[in-house]
């Protein structure tokens, strides 16, 4: 009697035993196949910021529509309002026409820097937060540029309320320093 109680205590012991080891292999076997999986997943292709043109305006407002018809545009739009030239009667002067305005329709508070299209690294301007439906005036640069015509980038920060940038907008366009 008391061997059959063993053999029926061993028999239970090896089913849990080989239900166990059973949950392990197919657990083991999941995390495989996701590994597998996601080492062959392509990664997302990286979005470059696009410097906006005249002559590209069109299309580059064309493929923002598309994406966000498609449901991927990041975080924040902005529309950009203000000239494509700048004019300074003198390189520390306050200009008449400079001027960026943040409608009341973007999503975010926005600031700006504008460096030289030649040389990225040399800001010529930092300006303060702009927050959405004020406008901002009477630019004064802060590094004075020579008479002479020069080709320019604005980047735009979108930010949150902390003043983190959410995204980045590059504009192309023109100060004219006058004498």
Not at 3 to 18: I, W
Not at 126 to 134: A, L, M, N, Q, T
Not at 165 to 172: G, N, P, Y
Request: glycine share 6%; proline share 3%.
């Amino acid at each position: 009697m008391e061997e059959q109680e063993q053999k029926k205590t061993r028999k239970g012991g090896l089913g849990f035993v080989g239900i166990a080891a059973a949950v392990i292999i197919v657990v083991l076997l999941a995390v495989i196949i996701y590994l597998l999986l996601s080492r062959n997943a392509k990664p997302e292709e990286e979005r470059r910021n696009v410097i906006i043109t005249p002559e590209n305006v069109e299309s580059v407002l064309q493929e923002m529509e598309e994406r966000q018809e498609q449901g991927s545009v990041a975080p924040g739009y902005y529309t950009v309002t203000m000239r494509t030239t700048w004019h300074f009667a003198t390189g520390d002067a306050v200009s008449e026409d400079a001027a960026v305005v943040n409608v009341e329709a973007n999503t975010n508070d926005v600031y700006f820097d504008i460096v030289l299209a030649e040389d990225e690294e040399k800001v010529v301007y930092k300006s303060p937060v702009i927050p959405r439906g004020e406008r901002l005036e009477n630019i004064v640069l802060d590094e004075p540029l020579e008479a002479g015509t020069h080709d320019c980038v604005m980047i735009y920060h979108l930010i949150d309320e902390e003043q983190n940038t959410l995204s980045t907008l590059r504009v192309a366009f023109t100060i004219i320093v006058e004498g």
